[in-house]
């Protein structure tokens, strides 16, 4: 399980990658057709990636800034160093994401104009966005699992 946890966002995402290049022939030629246009992908994955960034940038505050109770007693233990890595990796893929997609976004960029070196970029944007996405679940899941955890309560007396 823990090699799904660490590795699994980006065994995904590379999986993602494999199956897109594997069907590359028929993307690029419904692009050049205009029967697909990917210009509603970008804008998706860049609202989501600009929210997904904010959201787990306030889990990294939150648990960065929290002192005492549950997140204090794990604070120096390796599985809270592997999920701050996990979020700042989250927060990076987000940010990598969003102006990504600005790029892609203004430039209307379309695999199917003809240059090879366009799909690899779309290539190289699946990837990342699923990577991303992913990261972002994974954080959001570990979360849930620390906030589950009740602080105790001591009465001084």
């Avoid at 998706?44 to 940038?57: K, L, P, Y």
Wanted: glycine content about 8%; proline content about 1%; overall charge positive.
């Amino acid at each position: 399980m823990a090699f799904l946890e660490r590795y699994g966002p980006f065994v995904a995402a590379a999986l993602t990658a494999v199956a897109i290049y594997y069907f590359r022939d028929d993307l690029v030629d419904a692009a050049a057709h205009k029967r697909i246009d990917f210009s509603s992908l970008y804008s998706a994955v860049f609202n989501w990636s600009s929210i997904q960034t904010g959201f787990v940038f306030g889990i990294f505050g939150y648990v960065a800034g929290k002192s005492g109770g549950f997140i204090e007693a794990i604070r120096n233990t390796a599985e809270m160093s592997a999920f701050l890595v996990y979020t700042k990796r989250a927060i990076y893929l987000g940010f990598a994401l969003t102006f990504f997609c600005i790029f892609l976004t203004v430039m209307s960029f379309n695999i199917g104009d003809g240059a090879a070196w366009k799909f690899y970029v779309f290539l190289l944007f699946s990837f990342v966005s699923v990577w991303g996405f992913l990261a972002f679940l994974r954080v959001a899941y570990i979360f849930g699992d620390i906030l589950r955890v009740k602080d105790r309560t001591r009465i001084p007396g």
